[in-house]
């Protein structure tokens, strides 16, 4: 059974840093795309960054410079390091699971970590 | 960057009711479209993928249409069980979510 469970998520001051990670069991993260998304309490969904197969990296402007996606093949899991957070970053975050080696759609998501910005 | 416009942002409706939600995308998306529900506290769970395909395991009331820049997604006969915000994502260029559609039981 496929599984993704979030971990790290807290309160923070603004300015601060935060690492959240997401175990993956079922099966191997390194031959999906793996995605981190977003929502901010009320709002809608915002895809914020990605992890290709192939090790390739996007983000999306809102983060860019200040987040940083990895993947760790050896213990099958994914991380968000997070730094220079403001209280527009506050939100639950999810990591998803591509379908395949593709970015097309998300199948399998975890129960998502809410992260708290805030003085 | 391609934007998704959903409507309406929310709606209600009788249970029995068909219910209609369009996502319009700002440039041709093909069928690269897919449909998320997300019940309250819960993660979003996938119903439709590449515009009309159903997820294993989905009922058959719910459907999706749709190419190009525009798409509708449809459930037939509106369930207790439906109450949920439902988003259209695309998948052409990076991924893009609609802001979300709140279905309500009237």
């Not at chain 1, 993260?29 to 290709?52: C, F, T």
């Not at chain 2, 996938?46 to 997604?73: C, H, K």
């Not at chain 2, 509106?78 to 915000?85: K, M």
């Amino acid at each position: 059974e496929v599984q993704l469970v979030e971990s790290g998520g807290g309160l923070v001051q603004p300015g601060g840093s935060l690492r959240l990670s997401c175990a993956a069991s079922g099966f191997t993260l390194s031959g999906y795309i793996m995605n981190w998304v977003r929502q901010a309490p009320g709002k809608g969904l915002e895809w914020i960054s990605y992890i290709s197969t192939a090790g390739n990296i996007y983000y999306a402007d809102s983060v860019k410079g200040r987040f940083t996606i990895s993947r760790d093949s050896a213990n099958n899991s994914l991380s968000l390091q997070m730094n220079s957070l403001r209280a527009d970053d506050t939100a639950v975050y999810y990591c998803a699971r591509a379908s395949s080696s593709a970015l097309k759609w998300l199948n399998y998501w975890g129960q998502g970590t809410l992260v708290t910005v805030s003085s | 960057d391609i934007q998704m416009t959903q409507s309406p942002s929310s709606l209600s409706a009788s249970v029995g009711d068909r219910v209609t939600i369009t996502c319009q995308a700002s440039q041709d998306i093909s069928t690269y479209l897919n449909w998320y529900q997300q019940k309250p506290g819960k993660a979003p769970k996938l119903l439709i993928y590449d515009a009309s395909n159903m997820e294993t395991g989905v009922p058959s009331r719910f459907s999706g249409s749709g190419s190009g820049t525009n798409f509708t997604f449809t459930i037939s006969s509106l369930q207790p069980e439906d109450i949920a915000t439902y988003y259209c994502q695309q998948y052409d260029n990076l991924l893009t979510f609609g802001g979300g559609t709140r279905v309500e039981i009237k």
